[in-house]
């Protein structure tokens, strides 16, 4: 169980990158740190930025001595890091063709027809 001072898993990680995201530029871990609001330890906040950097999630400058720390480019935003989670799990599976058919079977009506939207190519323009 997790109790009043402990995070849900992931918590964290989502913490950091919401601070990332708000930026706009790369941070330094005690930036970090102190917009988390500075109850975490400094060692808390570089074991997550290194996990996920690690994970491909950010990207690492060095500046002086330390590392600066930023999204990257596919972990812009909260859809971006959806869709990558979503594309490193697809990874995982060696039949790819079963678990798309298990994800796209329990899509809501709505998210079906928006996927078959996105997959639809484009109308071609009439030649003149």
Known sequence: MIGPQRRHPGELETDVLTVLWAAGAPLAPAEIQRAL??????TTVNT???RLFEKGVLVRTRVGRAFAYAPAHEAQ??????????????????DRQTVLARFVSGLSDEDERLLRGLLSPPPAEEQR
Request: zero cysteines; hydrophobic letters at 40%.
């Open 37 to 42: 609001g500075g109850d975490l330890a400094r």
């Open 48 to 50: 997550i930025l290194t």
């Open 77 to 94: 935003d909260a859809p971006g890091l959806a869709a990558r989670r979503m594309r490193s799990e697809l990874e995982k599976e060696a």
